[in-house]
Structure formats: C-alpha cells, structure tokens
C-alpha cells in the first residue's frame, strides 16, 4: 500500500490496526502478537507518527464533556481563495475538523463549542472575517451514534 510517498509494509499495517482498536495497547503487547521486538514496534510507530500517518489520541463525545454544541457546516468558497481560507480555518480553535470536498461544498468543517452563543459568535465574527467564503450551510448534531477509527489498513 503506497500512503502519501510512503510505503507500509505488512508490519506497519498490523501496528496501525492494533492501535486503531487500543491506542493504549503496549508496544510490547503489539510485539508479541506480531512475532518481533518491542524496538521494532517502537520504532515503526515513530516514523508513522513522524510521516503524519498515524497519530495516537484519546477520543471523547464531546455531549459527555459539556460541549453542547456540535455542528457541521458546508460551505462554498471562491477557489482562487482556497487555501488561504483553509490557513484561515484551522487557526480558529473550535474548528475541530476541515476537509476539502467534492460536490455541493467545497470545503466541510466541524465546530464543536460549549454553547450555541458560542457557535454563533464563530459563524458571525470568526467566519464573516474570511474573504472568500461564499455561504455556509450548517446542521447542528444532535447525538453521536457511532466513532469508529479501525479503517484504512489492509
């Protein structure tokens, strides 16, 4: 598997898979299921996370940590803006999450805040300052069924 410039081996690919699942899990415990030394496991996981292939966090609902408010947003933009807008973007702390799209929307964002005065202030002071935003579409999350993160290796 090609990956951004870098090739996985298989090794690589079961680290990323057993992290996927338990990002707590020990190097060690990843070393003896794949049969080769803690080094190893340590080292494979620092070259992913340095190649920014892999990152290890602890994911939260974010309901069950007083942030009220989740939403997503569409928004169209002038392309000659683009990535000066995305610069723009990943600057505002409550942006959690900007990607470019295909489609209706040129650009998908999510903004998670601790209340809806919150929420407003970034659409109507935060993003109003952007040259180069068109419109914006939002829906606001109601409940967060499902995270998964175990994806992407074969």
Known sequence: METSGHNLD??????IRFLQKDGRKSYTEIAEELSVTVGTVRNRVQRLMEHGILKVVGVVDPFKTGMSTVAMLGLKV???????IIAQ?????????VA?????????????????????RILTQELSRIEGIVETDSSILLKINKQSYDWGVT
Do not use: C, H, W
Not at 10 to 15: H, P, Q, R, T, Y
């Open 78 to 84: 002038k392309m000659n803006k683009l990535q000066d």
């Open 89 to 97: 973007l990943v600057q505002i702390p409550e942006i959690r999450f």
């Open 10 to 15: 298989e090794i690589d690919k079961a680290v």
């Open 100 to 120: 470019v799209s295909t489609g209706s929307f040129d650009l998908f964002i999510e903004i998670i805040t601790f209340s809806t005065e919150d929420f407003y």
